[in-house]
């Protein structure tokens, strides 16, 4: 998959994209990855990007011409590219939108800025805007990143393991059971007697059901859309009689 972030702060990418999994898929050519600095479009001699609303208002907005410029810019460098915009005004990111968007073999991102950016750019060259959830940050490079490391995860080969992905957080429309490791004691609690048993059907129905448990005491709107078994059915009717 190769991805251009267009954004003013490159240099958060740095660390982010050198360590950890994503730092490992680009080292395998699983992924690539070029930072676009907007500046560098700007006809501007002082390389200015922004400038006052029209009408009035608060803060600053992102003028068309640099950000119009680095964008038909990346779409030479990757043709057929799907362009993303991050914004508080997009549609919610989740696993289902990782999962659509990981099929994408070129992405461009366009980090949001200032008050907005100039709605003739969202006009001509935006695809789809994205939000990473309903509060205020201080620019798209955050949600950019967070969107970059949740498609790496789906890229084959990058977790090494298909069973990781589908074991994980919404995979099945719920949230995860807990997880334990050694020593089976600690300060007087200990690992539940299943996990230690090897009965792994009996195992596999005990994370079940704590997922399914878990996300109807936290997250009870996830289970419109869950996948799940009979007998968790059966369960959540028992929670729910009509």
Not at 161 to 188: C, V
């Amino acid at each position: 998959m190769k991805i251009n972030v267009l954004t003013l702060f490159p240099e958060m990418f740095y660390g982010v994209l050198s360590s950890s999994i994503l730092g490992k898929a680009i080292e395998k050519d699983i992924l690539h990855i070029r930072l676009i600095n907007i500046r560098d479009f700007s006809t501007d001699r002082h390389r200015r990007v922004d400038d006052y609303p029209y009408g009035g208002g608060a803060g600053m907005v992102m003028m068309p011409q640099p950000l119009y410029d680095a964008v038909e810019n990346s779409r030479k460098q990757l043709p057929d590219a799907k362009v993303l915009l991050t914004s508080p005004k997009g549609k919610i990111f989740d696993q289902q939108t990782a999962r659509r968007l990981s099929r994408e073999s070129r992405l461009i991102i366009v980090c949001g800025h200032y008050e907005g950016i100039d709605q003739r750019v969202i006009d001509r060259c935006i695809d789809e805007e994205i939000s990473i959830g309903d509060y205020i940050l201080t620019g798209g490079e955050l949600p950019a990143m967070i969107i970059v490391d949740a498609l790496a995860r789906l890229l084959p080969e990058v977790l090494g393991s298909s069973a990781s992905l589908q074991e994980e957080t919404f995979e099945r429309g719920l949230l995860e059971y807990p997880q334990y490791t050694r020593p089976a004691r600690f300060m007087d609690m200990e690992v539940p007697g299943v996990l230690l048993s090897g009965n792994h059907k009996e195992i596999d129905r005990w994370r079940r059901m704590k997922a399914l448990e878990m996300t109807y005491a936290r997250r009870p709107d996830l289970l419109k859309n869950a996948r799940l078994r009979e007998d968790e059915q059966e369960w959540l009717r028992n929670k729910n009689p009509l």
